[in-house]
C-alpha cells in the first residue's frame, strides 16, 4: 500500500476552501443563555411529533446524499472506521500501515474517547440538520410549510437513552429502530409508510470506490443486527429488545454510579486501565458504551469499531455517551483529563505511544475558523459552543452553580433509581403469592420485587422522612449501607478479538452459551471491543499488558432481589453486610466469557484477566441521592469473594 505522510504540522498550514468547518448547528442564544435541547427520542416522538416527523424524513435525506460528498451520511460515518480513507483532506499522521494498525481516525480506549466523538456527532448534526431544513423547505406553501419550518428551526438531533425503563407497553429495543417500516407524513402532506431510515442504511452503492469495505462486509448492501447464516442477509432485529431490556437495571446503576461517585475524569470516561486506577473506578463512560454496541449489534455493523457508525442507531447511542459526558462534567467542572499514551494499535491520526492531552488536535475535525483542529480542552465545557444542550444540563435555569449541581444529582438519582430500596418497593406485587415467580423468560434484574419485612436485632434510628420505606428500613441503619461492585481486568488483546465477560448471580445453565445473553440470573457484562477481529493478527506478537482495560458490573440491585426473595430456597442472604455478603458472593457468585461470535472461551486462555468484588458505604439523604464512601474508608475489595477461580485474586 502506498500512502503520503503528512506532519501534522503540515497539514494543518495548509488551509484551503475544502477544510470543512465543524460549527454545530447555528445558534442564537436565548437572553438568558438558553439553546435548543436535544431530546431523548421517545420524547420527542410523543410530544414533538413535527420535529420527529421532519427528523424521519431529513435522516432520510441525509442517507440519500452522493456518497462521494464529504458531508453525506456515507462520508461522515466512514470517518469513525472503514474504508480507512482520508476524509476531508486530512491525510494520515500516522505509523498505522506499517505497523498493522487501525484505519480509523476513532479514538477508543484512549483519553480522547468522549471529546473525540463530540466534534464527530457535531458534524453529523450539522448535516443532518440541514437535510432537515431542506425537506422542511418542500411542505406545500402555506400554514402546514409555516408550521414545519417553524419545527425545524429548533430542531436537533436526539439520544436514545438506553437505561431508562420503557413505557409498560413499549419495547426496550423502540420499535421506530427495529422496525423496516415507518410512517411518516410526507413533504405532499400525506400520510404514508416509508423505508425506515432508523432501521438500516442502504449502501447506494456498497463500494463507491473499489475497496472500501473488506470481503466480509461487501456481503450486505445495507447495515445489519443480528445476521443469522440460516437467513443470509436478514436482521433479526427481534434479538435486540429482550438483551436490552435484560440488562436495563445494570445499565441504570452502572450510569448512576459512574455519574455520582466517579470525580476523575480518567477514570470516568475511557476504559484503559491504570496502574494508579482505584477499586472504584474500574468502570467507566466507554466501558458502558461497549456494552451497548454488543447488544444492539450482535455480530452486524453495529458490533464493530470498524463499521458501528454506518449503523443510524449508533448516532443516537452516541449522543447519550456525549449527555453522560455533559452532565458528568457539570458535576466536576475542575476535573479533566491527564497526559496520557495513545493506545496499541496506532489509528489513522494517532500513533501508539504518541502522549495525547488537553491540547491534543481532535483530527479531523476543523474548528470554526478552518484553520486548525478542535482540542479537547476547547470543546469540554460548554456543549452551546455546537448549539445544544440537554434537558438536564439547562443550567441558564438556575441562580448559582450549587442549586444547579443539585438539580443534577436529584434528577440522576431520579432517572437511574439510584436508591435501590425505593426500586424494590416501586415494584411491589399486590399479592405476596406472586412473589418472584420462577420463569425462564424473566430477567433477575427485571423479577418484581416484594418487600417484606423482617425481624432484626440491629437498630436502624431512622426516621420518619427516611428515603427508604419502613420494611426495607433494617437493610440501611441510618439510612446507610454497603454498595458492592464486580470489578473486571483484562487485556484488550488477550483474544485478538472481541470478547465479553458475563457475570451470574445464582443458578443458570452453564452448558448453553447461545442461552446465557437471557438467563434470569445473568447480573450484567463487561464488553472488550477491540480494532481488528483477526485472531491470527499482529496482536499476538505484542505484549498483551500494553493495552489492559476494565469494566464494572453492579450487584447491590441483585442482592437485594436475592434478600427479599425468600421463596427460593437458594437466595439464603439476610441482609447487605460484608459479613453476609461476602460468603454468598462465593458461594453463587459466577463468571463466562464469550466470544462476540456466541463462542464460549476457556477463562484460563484469557491474559491477565483479574475478576474481584469491591464495596464501599453510601448514604442516602432525605432526597434519595446517594453519597459514597461516607466511612471514609474508600473502595475495599473483598478477595475472598472470588479467591480461587480463574481470574479471582487471592491474598499475595
Not at 240 to 265: H, M, W
Not at 315 to 320: C, E, K, L, T, V
Not at 483 to 494: D, F, G, I, P
Not at 573 to 585: D, M
Request: some cysteine; glycine content about 6%; overall charge negative.
Amino acid at each position: 500500500m502506498v500512502r503520503v505522510l503528512f506532519t501534522l504540522a503540515v497539514a494543518v498550514a495548509t488551509v484551503s476552501a475544502q477544510n470543512i468547518a465543524i460549527t454545530g448547528v447555528p445558534t442564537q442564544k436565548g437572553p438568558n443563555g438558553a439553546v435548543p435541547l436535544r431530546r431523548e427520542i421517545r420524547d420527542l416522538q410523543s410530544n414533538f411529533p413535527d420535529q420527529f416527523n421532519l427528523f424521519i424524513l431529513g435522516l432520510q435525506h441525509f442517507q440519500d446524499m452522493d456518497q462521494q460528498d464529504p458531508q453525506s451520511y456515507y462520508q461522515i460515518a466512514g470517518i469513525h472506521g472503514m474504508p480507512y480513507k482520508a476524509w476531508n483532506g486530512v491525510a494520515s499522521t500516522s505509523d498505522w500501515v506499517e505497523t498493522e494498525g487501525f484505519g480509523g481516525y476513532c479514538t477508543h480506549s484512549s483519553i480522547l474517547f468522549a471529546p473525540w466523538h463530540r466534534p464527530y456527532i457535531a458534524l453529523w448534526e450539522q448535516s443532518l440538520y440541514a437535510s432537515v431544513q431542506e425537506v422542511a423547505s418542500q411542505f406545500p406553501a402555506g400554514e402546514l410549510r409555516a408550521k414545519y419550518v417553524a419545527a425545524a428551526k429548533d430542531f436537533r438531533a436526539p439520544y436514545w437513552d438506553w437505561a431508562i425503563p420503557p413505557p409498560s407497553d413499549a419495547e426496550a429495543f423502540p420499535t421506530f429502530f427495529s422496525s423496516p417500516q415507518i410512517s411518516v407524513i410526507d413533504t405532499d402532506g400525506n400520510t404514508k409508510t416509508v423505508s425506515n431510515p432508523l432501521h438500516r442504511y442502504t449502501f447506494h452503492p456498497l463500494n463507491p470506490s473499489p475497496g472500501d469495505f473488506d470481503e466480509y462486509w461487501s456481503r450486505w448492501n445495507y447495515t445489519i443486527r443480528y445476521p443469522s447464516d440460516a437467513e443470509f442477509g436478514q436482521s433479526r432485529d427481534q434479538f435486540i429488545s429482550p438483551r436490552v431490556a435484560e440488562q436495563q437495571a445494570t445499565l441504570r446503576s452502572d450510569v448512576g454510579l459512574l455519574l455520582l461517585s466517579y470525580k476523575n475524569f480518567d477514570a470516568f470516561t475511557y476504559n484503559g486501565f491504570n496502574p494508579d486506577t482505584s477499586p472504584g473506578e474500574y468502570g467507566s463512560l466507554e466501558n458502558v458504551h461497549n456494552v451497548i454496541h454488543d447488544l444492539v449489534g450482535g455480530r452486524g455493523h453495529m458490533s464493530y469499531l470498524a463499521t458501528s457508525a454506518f449503523d443510524p442507531v449508533f448516532w443516537m447511542h452516541h449522543i447519550n455517551v456525549d449527555r453522560l459526558w455533559a452532565i458528568w462534567q457539570d458535576l466536576n467542572p475542575d476535573s479533566f483529563m491527564s497526559p496520557r499514551e495513545a493506545p496499541w494499535p496506532s489509528t489513522f491520526s494517532t500513533s501508539w505511544k504518541q502522549i495525547d492531552d488537553r491540547n491534543s488536535p481532535l483530527v479531523p475535525f476543523w474548528d470554526s475558523t478552518s484553520t486548525k483542529f478542535w482540542t479537547s480542552d476547547e470543546i469540554k465545557n460548554s456543549t452551546a459552543l455546537f448549539g445544544y444542550a440537554y434537558p438536564e444540563t439547562q443550567s441558564w435555569l438556575y441562580n448559582d452553580l450549587a442549586a444547579y449541581q443539585d438539580s443534577i444529582r436529584t434528577t440522576v438519582s431520579n432517572i437511574y433509581q439510584m436508591n435501590v430500596f425505593q426500586s424494590a418497593a416501586a415494584s411491589a406485587s399486590a399479592s405476596a403469592s406472586a412473589l418472584f415467580k420462577r420463569d425462564s423468560s424473566t430477567s433477575r434484574r427485571q423479577r418484581r420485587s416484594y418487600p417484606v419485612p423482617r425481624a432484626s436485632s440491629t437498630a436502624t434510628n431512622n426516621t420518619s422522612d427516611s428515603p427508604i420505606p419502613p420494611p426495607l428500613q433494617y437493610l440501611a441503619p441510618n439510612n446507610t449501607y454497603t454498595e458492592y461492585v464486580l470489578n473486571v481486568r483484562t487485556s484488550k488483546l488477550a483474544l485478538g478479538q472481541s470478547f465479553r465477560i458475563l457475570a451470574f448471580l445464582g443458578p443458570y445453565d452453564t452448558s448453553s452459551p447461545a442461552k446465557w445473553d437471557l438467563e434470569h440470573n445473568l447480573v450484567g457484562r463487561v464488553s472488550i471491543m477491540t480494532r481488528t477481529e483477526d485472531p491470527e493478527s499482529n496482536n499476538n506478537n505484542i505484549d498483551p499488558s500494553i493495552s489492559m482495560v476494565s469494566g464494572t458490573i453492579p450487584l447491590t440491585s441483585a442482592l437485594l432481589q436475592d434478600i427479599l426473595d425468600t421463596e427460593n430456597p437458594g437466595a439464603d442472604l439476610e441482609n447487605l453486610t460484608p459479613e453476609k455478603v461476602v460468603p454468598y458472593l462465593k458461594k453463587h457468585l459466577d463468571w463466562k466469557a464469550t466470544l462476540f461470535t456466541g463462542e464460549e472461551v476457556d477463562l484460563t486462555e484469557i491474559q491477565r484477566l483479574e475478576v474481584s468484588v469491591a464495596s464501599t458505604s453510601v448514604y442516602l439523604t432525605r432526597e434519595g441521592v446517594p453519597l459514597f464512601d461516607v466511612h471514609g474508608e474508600g473502595w475495599i475489595v473483598r478477595k475472598e469473594a472470588t479467591a480461587g477461580r480463574p481470574g479471582g485474586i487471592a491474598d499475595e
